[in-house]
């Protein structure tokens, strides 16, 4: 069950615990004169927003299941402490609670549920009505259940305030102040990238493209977002969208409208390698580049896999060997249901990487697996391909502009 604020575009969240992380945790709280906020609470929300994130509170309220409060208890207690938020410059943007419990529920409480935690049901409802990208997601708690059902849910960042050895896959905080550091700031807000004056002119040659105009925008953030975090871009797909994914490749790992000269630390640094004259010139013909791999350029791996294992996961393959949680999988498929491509969007979803597809106009197989789909108004194969072409070339340039432009 949740109270929501709504958004528009997707964005990460800090998931917070309430009993023990927002405020002490003296058993079933429920009452203004038994709330004692936790140091440190107010500044951290305020600093989750200033870097873009939504500040979510997932709660289990079994003493709701129990009878020793009720619901509407519960959300005039939500609501002061919402203002008291607010009162301290800072704001909660949605509550989730489950009031039930399996075995001490009364009458319809008594049930098990994937809502209350270590399930993961709040925290995907959350992702669903608010639009969240939970890879870029903090969860923090302060019991191993908080922790479980942020890695079911396939939260990014795991981080425990408890007293309890911490869990494997997670980060132990001592203090709510320390848990800041893993606040990572927003690269680029909507309102610079709807500035895109190559996805404008995209726009103007190509009007049948204008209602892709938001996940173009869209397509634009992941990545920026991907590379600025330390990522890389991985493309694969099949026949003319193998060569489409090889293209993509050329015009991120060089120059493609925008100057890309060297920092001064890596100049200096060629400088000590190769000595002055010899390391200048070096700098001078080497360009910055945007890390980006076509998985179709290889010849040994794809062919010993393909006669040893399955043609059909080579590309799940490289995505499994190559992939990190900050890099982005673009696939390309004119018909969206190309088997080795659905399968590599699979374990990139397994692994925790961004994902888009450039396809025609059926949503196909990769559907489920891309983060944004940006499907051509075409059907025919051909036709499909010659919007693909100018689609990449707008998003290249629109990222180099984002990365270099102001070099």
Not at 26 to 50: C, M, S, T
Not at 114 to 136: S, V
Not at 190 to 215: A, F, T
Request: glycine letters at 8%; aromatic letters at 8%; hydrophobic letters at 40%.
């Amino acid at each position: 069950m949740g109270t929501t604020s709504m958004l528009n575009m997707r964005q990460p969240a800090l998931f917070l615990d309430r009993d023990g992380v927002v405020n002490l945790d003296f058993g079933y709280v429920h009452q203004k004169k038994d709330v004692v906020f936790i140091d440190g609470i107010f500044p951290l929300a305020r600093a989750a927003h200033e870097a873009g994130y939504l500040v979510v509170i997932v709660t289990n309220q079994a003493g709701i299941g129990r009878g020793y409060y009720t619901e509407e208890q519960f959300h005039i207690l939500m609501e002061w402490m919402r203002n008291e938020f607010c009162a301290h410059d800072s704001f909660l943007d949605a509550v989730y609670f489950c009031p039930d419990h399996p075995e001490h529920g009364i009458g319809k409480y008594k049930k098990s549920s994937e809502m209350r935690k270590p399930g993961p049901g709040m925290i995907l409802q959350a992702t669903e009505e608010l639009n969240l990208d939970l890879r870029a997601s903090i969860m923090l708690g302060d019991s191993i259940h908080d922790i479980e059902a942020g890695a079911a849910a396939g939260v990014g960042t795991l981080l425990y305030f408890g007293t309890k050895d911490c869990p494997q896959n997670a980060n132990k905080i001592a203090t709510l102040a320390e848990a800041e550091r893993f606040l990572s700031p927003r690269i680029c807000s909507m309102s610079q990238i709807k500035d895109s004056p190559h996805i404008s002119s995209l726009l103007q040659r190509y009007p049948k493209l204008i209602p892709l105009e938001s996940q173009l925008y869209t397509c634009v953030t992941m990545m920026a977002e991907c590379v600025q975090s330390g990522g890389k871009i991985l493309t694969c797909g099949n026949g003319g969208s193998a060569a489409d994914a090889e293209h993509i490749v050329g015009e991120l790992m060089k120059r493609f409208l925008y100057d890309r000269p060297l920092s001064v630390t890596d100049v200096k640094a060629l400088e000590r390698v190769c000595g002055h004259e010899e390391g200048r010139r070096l700098a001078g013909s080497l360009e910055r580049a945007i890390p980006a791999i076509s998985l179709v350029s290889g010849v040994a791996l794809p062919t010993a896999f393909a006669n040893d294992v399955t043609a059909e996961n080579c590309f799940a393959q490289q995505v499994f060997g190559l992939g990190q949680r900050n890099d982005l999988l673009w696939v390309i498929s004119t018909s969206g249901n190309s088997r080795n491509v659905v399968q590599a969007l699979r374990v990139a979803r397994m692994k925790g990487l961004r994902t888009v597809g450039l396809t025609g106009d059926s949503p196909g197989a990769v559907a489920p697996y891309c983060d944004v789909q940006l499907r051509m108004p075409e059907t025919l194969t051909p036709a499909v391909q010659e919007l693909h072409l100018p689609v990449y070339h707008a998003l290249c340039a629109e990222l180099e502009r984002i990365l270099f432009a102001s070099i």
